[in-house]
């Protein structure tokens, strides 16, 4: 899956949301000073960002499996200790952190039970492990019109809406799998504004995620009339893109 993309491009493609999201999620989360926390799926940082913020450089760490991430994260927040590596296998002793989050990344882990369940083993007894991801399933995500648009293209293809903790329930349900008996399901939502039509499409033909891997199977005819199908949704301007993303907050 086109996650291998430059921090720039994925910045532009999920950066603009997941930035908003963050202050969201935390909130959610309960994160507060004192705290050690752990952003697993870091990305090129958004979470990890507001984490430093909230908490101090020296009290957050995080992890990847992405190289090109890391190395633009450790460019951007070198203070910070970043590690490439997997959810399913996280290079932490066990009772580490206060808080371990798992920002939209949840649907993309190889092993999603096995992922919480190393977010709960390095999260100290008491402390909580929160992820959130988007609502693909109900249409409610900043892709959404994407995948609408190729519906039209071609009937019954590719969508978002069946991967894991998509839907209405199931995140709570992994975490359920996991071993939390202690979890709070949630929404939380965000509202971005973009200038033109063009600005919320170049981005997501820069080949990042399921959306770049679907664009890049696509000739250039279907290319062409996936955009003009996206177009035909959204206003050519003034763009308010609207995401909500389901939240788990369970206690270890």
Same mark, same amino acid.
């Given at each position: 899956? &086109?996650?291998?993309?430059?921090?720039?491009?994925?910045?532009?493609?999920?950066?603009? *949301?997941?930035?908003?999201?963050?202050?969201?999620?935390?909130?959610?989360?309960?994160?507060?000073?004192? /705290?050690?926390?752990?952003?697993?799926?870091?990305?090129?940082?958004? !979470?990890?960002?507001?984490?430093?913020?909230? !908490?101090?450089?020296?009290?957050?760490?995080?992890?990847?499996?992405?190289?090109?991430?890391?190395?633009?994260?450790?460019?951007? !927040?070198?203070?910070?200790?970043?590690?490439?590596?997997?959810?399913?296998? %996280?290079?932490?002793?066990?009772?580490?952190?206060?808080?371990?989050?798992? /920002?939209?990344?949840?649907?993309?882990?190889?092993?999603?039970?096995?992922?919480?369940?190393?977010?709960?083993?390095?999260?100290?007894?008491? &402390?909580?492990?929160?992820?959130?991801?988007?609502?693909?399933? &109900?249409?409610?995500?900043? !892709?959404?019109? *994407?995948?609408?648009?190729?519906?039209?293209?071609?009937?019954?293809?590719?969508?978002?809406?069946?991967?894991?903790?998509?839907?209405?329930?199931? %995140?709570? /349900?992994?975490?359920?799998?996991?071993?939390?008996?202690?979890?709070?399901?949630? =929404?939380?939502?965000?509202?971005?504004?973009?200038?033109?039509? =063009?600005?919320?499409?170049?981005?997501?033909?820069?080949?990042?995620?399921?959306?770049?891997?679907? *664009?890049?199977?696509?000739?250039?005819?279907?290319? /062409?009339?996936?955009?003009?199908?996206?177009?035909? %949704?959204?206003?050519?301007?003034?763009?308010?893109?609207?995401?909500?993303?389901?939240?788990?907050?369970?206690?270890?």
């Amino acid at each position: 899956m &086109g996650f291998e993309v430059g921090a720039d491009a994925y910045g532009r493609f999920m950066g603009r *949301y997941s930035t908003p999201m963050a202050e969201e999620f935390i909130c959610a989360a309960g994160v507060r000073a004192g /705290q050690r926390a752990l952003d697993v799926g870091c990305g090129p940082g958004a !979470l990890t960002t507001v984490l430093v913020r909230e !908490l101090g450089a020296e009290a957050v760490c995080a992890i990847d499996p992405s190289e090109s991430f890391v190395a633009a994260f450790r460019d951007r !927040l070198p203070e910070v200790d970043v590690r490439r590596g997997s959810a399913e296998a %996280l290079p932490y002793d066990d009772d580490t952190f206060d808080v371990a989050m798992a /920002q939209l990344v949840v649907p993309f882990m190889a092993d999603p039970v096995a992922g919480l369940r190393e977010m709960a083993r390095v999260t100290r007894p008491g &402390g909580v492990v929160a992820a959130c991801a988007w609502d693909h399933a &109900g249409e409610r995500t900043p !892709l959404t019109t *994407y995948w609408r648009a190729a519906e039209r293209v071609e009937p019954g293809g590719a969508s978002e809406a069946n991967i894991p903790g998509c839907r209405r329930g199931h %995140l709570a /349900q992994l975490f359920a799998e996991a071993g939390f008996e202690d979890r709070v399901e949630s =929404e939380l939502t965000i509202h971005v504004h973009l200038p033109t039509f =063009e600005d919320w499409w170049e981005p997501m033909t820069n080949g990042t995620g399921p959306v770049g891997d679907h *664009y890049a199977r696509l000739d250039e005819e279907k290319r /062409q009339a996936l955009r003009e199908a996206a177009a035909s %949704l959204m206003p050519a301007t003034d763009l308010e893109i609207t995401g909500t993303t389901w939240c788990v907050v369970g206690r270890v």
